[in-house]
């Protein structure tokens, strides 16, 4: 294991955010995102910070007095395997990242880590904006703001003058690869991300080569902003663990994905959002990237590539790339929705999995977290309605339940 983050190493006496763990037992529809599984009639208990018990009401017996009914569907807690809390969703990103200072940077991150409970997401997987992410952890992890659970990367790494460099940590040649990997170790990262296209592929095979294997003898997975076949088939080929975003692909490319297990974390909301003339006007979207936006939604052949691989066997992973232009750390529904539509996901219980379960799985978390069992992590929220009738009642959480803390 790499050596611990400096703020690792501090005393924390008494923690500024001090939420009980319940004991409670919550009653309602129970999706447990283990297969199909639902308990009409179900019930979830939570005891220190894990869950106790899961099953039929008629189990609990003479303790059946001490249901609190919910009057709605019990979900694990969500997932948002792709987002970047320092990003409002209203700014532009690269002034964002070159203007904003650390303190409006730790604001933006405090206010969406708030979203995001009242969202029902418990775990953002944050890819980056500058080092905010480290610093919104740290406040998480000692307890100094209330916020979910973050897996970070800390600065994604670019090839200097790369895509999106303003936000991002450059380097040029294998050494300033392997340098720049080290110093996200040092300061906590989770995980590495690097950009490797944007028009062009980016990174020498040389450099490409150096940033994953520094990644890995770190005992870190990498992942990879890859968005067309080239770029998908480049990274797979050298070694990455997670392809973001995804686009085009070949049946070659495919067949690479599936042999190396390669899931892809899909973001289609920011396209989605902005074509939605109605929201996109008060974000100040121009008329033709509006109408750009409504050819790309409507043109479903160009996310063909997605489509088959889901079909072929590619994990299919929920990601809304928050904090992009018209993207808020909220937009959970019409990413599912949309998901659904195009068929990455078989329907709107695959695309529950896909944010609880199979997202648990892409981060190691499989045995922790992403179902409702007994001896899981107690992160659990309360949805109004039923979402697989209707994937629109994600949209009002009524509990978010995170290590069995309410946070909501």
């Given at each position: ?9 501090q005393?924390?006496?008494?923690p ?35 869950i106790?018990a ?54 933006k ?14 775990t ?11 610093h919104a ?9 209330p ?10 790494i ?15 040649g294998p ?9 996200q170790?040092?300061?906590g990262?989770?995980?590495?991300k ?28 990498i992942?990879?902003?890859?968005t ?14 997670v ?5 085009s ?12 297990g ?11 959002m902005?074509s ?39 994990t ?21 929705e ?10 709107n ?12 799985a892409?981060?190691?978390l ?7 069992e ?6 659990v ?14 949209a009002t ?10 946070m909501?």
């Amino acid at each position: 294991m790499p050596e611990q983050a400096p703020w690792r190493f501090q005393k924390v006496i008494k923690p500024m955010v001090d939420i009980p763990k319940e004991h409670i037992v919550l009653g309602g529809l129970v999706l447990t995102c283990q297969g199909n599984e639902a308990i009409p009639n179900g019930f979830v208990e939570i005891q220190d910070g894990l869950i106790k018990a899961v099953g039929s009401v008629d189990e609990l017996g003479s303790r059946e007095s001490e249901l609190v009914d919910t009057g709605g569907t019990l979900l694990p807690g969500l997932f948002n395997s792709h987002a970047h809390l320092a990003w409002d969703g209203v700014h532009d990103l690269a002034r964002q990242s070159l203007d904003d200072s650390p303190e409006i940077s730790a604001y933006k991150s405090a206010g969406n880590m708030l979203v995001s409970l009242r969202s029902g997401v418990t775990t953002v997987r944050d890819l980056g904006m500058n080092t905010a992410n480290l610093h919104a952890k740290q406040a998480v992890e000692q307890n100094i703001f209330p916020g979910p659970r973050l897996l970070v990367t800390g600065e994604a790494i670019v090839q200097t003058g790369g895509h999106t460099y303003w936000c991002c940590r450059e380097a040029s040649g294998p050494d300033e690869m392997r340098r720049a990997v080290r110093d996200q170790v040092r300061a906590g990262a989770d995980l590495i991300k690097i950009m490797a296209c944007h028009d062009t592929l980016e990174f020498t095979d040389e450099e490409l080569t150096a940033v994953i294997d520094e990644s890995h003898r770190n005992g870190l997975p990498i992942t990879a902003h890859a968005t067309y076949n080239d770029a998908i088939n480049r990274v797979a080929q050298f070694g990455i663990d997670v392809v973001e975003h995804g686009g085009s692909m070949t049946t070659e490319t495919i067949d690479l994905l599936v042999a190396k297990g390669i899931p892809v974390v899909t973001t289609f909301a920011p396209v989605l959002m902005q074509s939605r003339p109605e929201i996109a006007r008060r974000f100040d979207i121009p008329e033709w990237k509006i109408e750009e936006r409504q050819r790309a939604v409507s043109d479903t052949s160009r996310y063909q590539g997605l489509v088959d691989a889901a079909a072929a066997g590619v994990t299919i992973v929920f990601g809304t790339d928050a904090g992009s232009p018209v993207v808020g750390h909220d937009v959970i529904a019409p990413e599912m929705e949309f998901m659904v539509k195009l068929g990455v996901v078989p329907d709107n219980y695959a695309a529950l999995r896909s944010a609880t379960c199979s997202a648990a799985a892409l981060s190691g978390l499989e045995n922790e977290l992403g179902t409702l069992e007994a001896g899981r992590r107690a992160d659990v929220i309360v949805v109004d309605g039923d979402p697989r009738d209707d994937i629109h009642a994600m949209a009002t959480v009524k509990r978010t339940y995170r290590d069995g803390m309410r946070m909501v």
